[in-house]
C-alpha cells in the first residue's frame, strides 16, 4: 500500500487564498486506497467504484455515485473494492469566514467552530444527491482559483451544497466530548508515532505517552483503526521502509531508518507483509515502478 497522504496530512501544498484541492486517483487494485490521516480541511470524495469509507472507527460502505463528507479533523481510511477512479476534493471551509460573521448566517459559523457537522454519506438514491451533484460536479472540474472571479465561483458552489444541507435538514451536531476526547487519544498516537519512527517503540510506552492504562489505549486503538496499535506501528514501519528502499537506501540503512536494529527480523517482518525481501523489492519492483501489494 502507497502512502496517498500522512497520517497527519502534511503533503506540499501551493499557497493560496482559496485553499481548495483536487486529488483524482485511479485505482489499480481492490484493498486500501487511502491510509487513516486527518486534515484540516472539509473533503468531498465522489467515486466511480463500491468500496468502504471509515471515519472516527465507523464504516460506512458506498456505491458509484454516492456522495461522501469527511469533516475536518476526523479521522478517516477508505478501502476500495474494484478498479476504478474516485476523486477527492478537499476545501478549508473557514476561507470563507467572511460571510459568517453576521447573525444571517450563523450556520456557516457553526460549521467552522465545528458545532456542526456535514454528513458522512449521501447514496445515489437519496433525494439530496440530486440537488448536491451538479454542484460538487462543477467542484470537481475546476482549476485552482487563481483570481477572485474563480474564488467567488468556487464560493457559490460551496454555498449551494450548504444550502442543499441545510433547507434539508442534514447539517449534523458534532460529536459528544468525550468521544472526541478518545478520538484524540488515537491521532496523538498515530502522530507520534509517525514523528518517532525511528524509536525503538512499543505498546505499552505508546499507552504510557498517552496517559492510558495498555489494556484501554489498546480496545480505544483497535475501536477507532480496526487494527491493534502493534499491528498498525508495524505496517507503518514497513510501509515507510519501502519509500526508503525505493529512494536508494541500502536494506540496512531502511530498517535503521524505521528503528528495527536486527535485520533479520526486519527482513522477516518484510517478507510476511509483501511475500518477497526487501532486496528483491527494491530490484524488482522499484525499478519497474511496480509496487508491491499487501
Known amino acids: 500500500m502507497n502512502l496517498f497522504l500522512q497520517y497527519q496530512e502534511t503533503g506540499t501544498r501551493p499557497m493560496r487564498d482559496i ?64 478498479p476504478g477512479q474516485v476523486c477527492h476534493m478537499l476545501l478549508r471551509s473557514d476561507c470563507f469566514q467572511f460571510l459568517h460573521d453576521t447573525a444571517f448566517f450563523s450556520t456557516g459559523r457553526k460549521l467552522t467552530e465545528g458545532e ?18 451538479p454542484p460538487i460536479l462543477q467542484m470537481a472540474a475546476m482549476k485552482p482559483p487563481s483570481d477572485e472571479a474563480m474564488a467567488f465561483h468556487l464560493a457559490s458552489l460551496f454555498f449551494s451544497i450548504l444550502s442543499t444541507l441545510f433547507a434539508q435538514n442534514r447539517l449534523l451536531p458534532s460529536a459528544p466530548d468525550q468521544h472526541a476526547l478518545c478520538i484524540r487519544y488515537v ?39 480496526h487494527t491493534s496499535p502493534a499491528r498498525f506501528l508495524s505496517d507503518l514501519k514497513l510501509e515507510t521502509a519501502c519509500t526508503c528502499l525505493a529512494s536508494g537506501l541500502t536494506v540496512t540503512e531502511a530498517a535503521q531508518k524505521v528503528g528495527i536494529d536486527n535485520i533479520s527480523h526486519f527482513i522477516r517482518l518484510f517478507k510476511q507483509k509483501y511475500g518477497i525481501t526487501p532486496k528483491t523489492y527494491q530490484h524488482s519492483y522499484c525499478f519497474n515502478n511496480n509496487p508491491p501489494q499487501n
Open 187 to 225: 491521532k496523538q498516537s498515530i502522530r507520534y508515532m509517525y514523528l518517532h519512527l525511528d524509536e525503538k517503540l512499543s505498546v505499552p510506552f505508546l499507552a504510557d505517552t498517552a496517559g492510558l492504562s495498555e489494556g484501554y489505549y489498546t480496545r480505544l486503538f483497535k475501536k477507532y483503526t
Open 116 to 133: 456542526l457537522s456535514f454528513p458522512t454519506l449521501i447514496t445515489s438514491d437519496d433525494p439530496a444527491n440530486r440537488a448536491l451533484l
Open 19 to 82: 485553499p481548495f484541492y483536487i486529488y483524482d486517483l485511479k485505482v489499480t487494485e481492490p484493498g486500501p486506497h487511502v491510509p487513516i490521516h486527518w486534515h484540516e480541511e472539509l473533503e468531498i470524495i465522489l467515486p466511480s467504484v463500491p468500496g468502504c469509507l471509515e471515519i472516527d472507527g465507523n464504516r460506512f460502505p458506498f456505491q458509484e455515485g454516492d456522495i461522501m463528507f469527511v469533516n475536518p479533523y476526523e479521522l478517516h481510511a477508505t478501502r476500495i473494492h474494484r
